[in-house]
């Protein structure tokens, strides 16, 4: 199946329409914030650090940034994400998606171990959605978290990252400036 490209109102149409499915999905949750932002702002943020800093215009790409999410924390299914979005946007999405049975300890350690076998879409998705959080563990971060588990945090993502490498430089790059940013804020 041919996908639309990004100056097509099918693209748009399409990205629209898994925005919608997340907001929806998302709804009831929160950030773990002070604020408690609305969950689909992480989301949309991974999404725009794709396409603004990253360069990134595929559809697919764009669409599981913007699912990335669901599976794992909502009741939505990988088989419901293949029905309406496709075979690809399920492909990726599983990719990043943590097995919640599993404890916490074990769905970092194996993130870590299966970073440098992601698809190169999957990379980029990953390396987005540590810029997010690392961006958010540092300017208005879960409430409660101590100084030692931000840092914790930062070195963990790093990890991750550090698997992902080599598929877009200029995200990389953002990464980097902003994982520099939040270790400078975390010093005492």
């Not at 599983?94 to 404890?103: C, F, M, Q, W």
């Not at 409660?144 to 598929?167: F, H, I, M, P, T």
């Amino acid at each position: 199946m041919t996908q639309p490209t990004s100056a097509s109102p099918l693209f748009a149409s399409a990205l629209l329409d898994a925005l919608h499915f997340a907001a929806t999905q998302h709804s009831a949750q929160r950030r773990k914030d002070k604020a408690a932002s609305p969950y689909i702002n992480h989301p949309i943020r991974v999404a725009q650090l794709l396409v603004s800093e990253g360069g990134v215009t595929d559809l697919v790409t764009l669409q599981a940034a913007i699912l990335h999410d669901t599976v794992e924390d909502t009741g939505t299914t990988p088989e419901e994400l293949e029905r309406r979005f496709g075979p690809a946007v399920r492909r990726v999405v599983e990719e990043v998606t943590d097995d919640k049975r599993l404890p916490k300890g074990d769905r970092k350690r194996l993130q870590v171990e299966h970073a440098p076998h992601l698809s190169p879409q999957a990379k980029q998705l990953k390396i987005a959605d540590k810029t997010a959080n690392v961006q958010n563990i540092t300017t208005s971060p879960p409430d409660g978290w101590s100084l030692e588990r931000k840092r914790e945090y930062l070195d963990w993502a790093d990890q991750v990252v550090a698997g992902c490498r080599g598929c877009n430089p200029a995200l990389e790059a953002v990464y980097d400036k902003i994982m520099a940013e939040g270790r400078r804020s975390l010093q005492t």
